[in-house]
């Protein structure tokens, strides 16, 4: 296992990107937007989320992955923000286990930082803390048959690059090497349980996720996660033992909302609201009609008690943080708020997705030589979000709105340099 001194030396790669707001970053002279990573062999070092976005939308490919552009801001409560905290926090229990508790808790500081007059960061940061509470005290204090009480970590957080070989041909792509990275890889020791799934002994990816909701139809959905089947195989090259399978972490998003203290201009328009109600008959006051009463005289006294009601509001207080906090553990306590699935590994998913990454490399070549990277409108909408490049397609390419963006290196599989990504021949 990691010691904790390994694990703060990497505490600076997950603090809030959201503090960069407005702040145009330096482009460093030797990567310029539109150029590439490239490996020992001078050969273009690709993710393969990148080249699932240039089959999702060209054009959402080009302005992330060639012009390096993203929003100036993003807001702390994004769920891309909450989803690397959470990510931090099952990385640290990872290499930690029970132990973990209080780093997982200055964790969570450091990543949202200062939040006292930020109250969506408040939010965030509230959430994000019940979750992996919640998270310790289900798989590791409560249930010691888990998968974590009977493995021992391989690799965590670990990036790599390997070579693109085409499974049919053996051939070695000259132009691209892909580069990547999991969230662990594990060895289990003896039988055990990964959620309500009996595991056998071997080497297994463990993968963490985050959702908004943790439905039946996401959990089939994870079939189709070929990121994962992908790293499985270049896991499985590096280190000389086949995976045998996926283990999936999966926490839930709440919107369980903090109570925030009413301005007076917020209480004004609430009791105006009221008042519209009961003119209308619609405010609440749980009267109900007696039998000898005509409905004339009942919506009169309905009315007269919606008014009584009404003179009775008095703004709202800002919710106690511990009032807030208690009622997000109970949200949490919910089985359908954390999941663990297992998906084993099918050799032939695996090669499936090696041919699917080598034709979208042609594709890419495609795309470069005749200078096209055309737009995929059912993708503008997809995660439950709008684009963060709905403004630019939809301005196509304004100045102004241009200048709501900041040229940003991608920092996904593609920010692997020869110092600090390792390919995976090496790591036996």
């Given at each position: 296992m990691r010691t904790g001194a390994e694990i703060d030396t990497e505490e600076e790669d997950f603090v809030r990107e959201a503090t960069q707001a407005k702040r145009?970053?330096?482009?460093?002279?030797?990567?310029?937007?539109?150029?590439?990573?490239?490996d020992e062999y001078d050969r273009v070092i690709v993710s393969y989320s990148s080249m699932k976005q240039l089959r999702n939308c060209p054009r959402k490919y080009k302005r992330r992955y060639l012009d390096w552009i993203v929003p100036a801001y993003i807001r702390p409560g994004d769920p891309r923000n909450w989803g690397s905290c959470i990510h931090r926090g099952l990385e640290i229990m990872l290499a930690h286990g029970d132990d973990a508790t209080s780093m997982v808790d200055e964790a969570i500081v450091k990543?949202?930082?200062?939040?006292?007059?930020?109250?969506?960061?408040?939010?965030?940061?509230?959430?994000?803390?019940?979750?992996?509470?919640?998270?310790?005290?289900r798989w590791y204090a409560a249930d010691p048959g888990q998968a974590?009480?009977?493995?021992?970590?391989?690799?965590?957080?670990?990036?790599?690059?390997?070579d693109i070989?085409?499974?049919d041909t053996g051939q070695v792509h000259q132009r691209y090497s892909i580069g990547g990275k999991v969230d662990g890889v594990v060895r289990v020791t003896e039988a055990c349980r990964w959620g309500a799934c009996d595991i056998r002994p071997g080497l297994y990816l463990k993968e963490n996720k985050t959702a908004k909701s943790i439905s039946e139809n996401y959990l089939t959905r994870l079939w189709t996660d070929m990121q994962i089947l992908l790293y499985s195989h270049y896991v499985a090259d590096g280190l000389g033992e086949p995976v045998i399978g996926i283990l999936y972490d999966i926490v839930g998003k709440t919107d369980l909302a903090h109570t925030d203290a009413e301005s007076p201009a917020e209480f004004e328009k609430r009791k105006a609201d009221a008042l519209k109600q009961a003119e209308a008959g619609e405010y609440p006051t749980r009267l109900r009609k007696r039998n000898d009463e005509l409905p004339e005289d009942f919506e009169r006294r309905k009315k007269a008690r919606a008014i009584e009601l009404i003179e009775e509001l008095r703004p709202r207080e800002r919710e106690s943080d511990e009032s807030y906090s208690d009622r997000l553990a109970k949200?949490?306590?919910?089985?359908?708020?954390?999941c663990r699935a297992y998906v084993e590994v099918d050799t032939?998913?695996?090669v499936d997705v090696r041919r699917e990454l080598w034709l979208l490399l042609?594709?890419?070549?495609?795309?470069?030589?005749?200078?096209?990277?055309?737009?995929?409108?059912?993708?503008?909408?997809?995660y439950f979000r709008k684009c963060d490049y709905w403004a630019l397609c939809t301005?196509?390419?304004?100045?102004?709105?241009?200048?709501?963006?900041?040229?940003?290196?991608?920092?996904?599989?593609?920010?692997?340099?020869?110092?600090e990504s390792t390919p995976l021949p090496s790591m036996a």
């Open positions: 145009r970053l330096p482009v460093v002279e030797s990567r310029r937007p539109g150029s590439f990573v490239m990543y949202w930082g200062d939040v006292a007059r930020d109250h969506e960061a408040f939010q965030a940061r509230a959430r994000a803390q019940a979750a992996l509470n919640e998270y310790s005290e974590n009480h009977h493995w021992e970590p391989v690799l965590i957080e670990k990036k790599f690059t390997g070989i085409h499974p949200s949490y306590k919910n089985e359908s708020m954390m032939r998913a695996v042609e594709r890419h070549d495609a795309h470069q030589l005749n200078g096209q990277w055309g737009k995929n409108e059912d993708h503008c909408f997809a301005s196509f390419d304004s100045p102004t709105v241009l200048d709501q963006y900041v040229i940003r290196q991608p920092h996904e599989e593609q920010e692997a340099t020869e110092d």
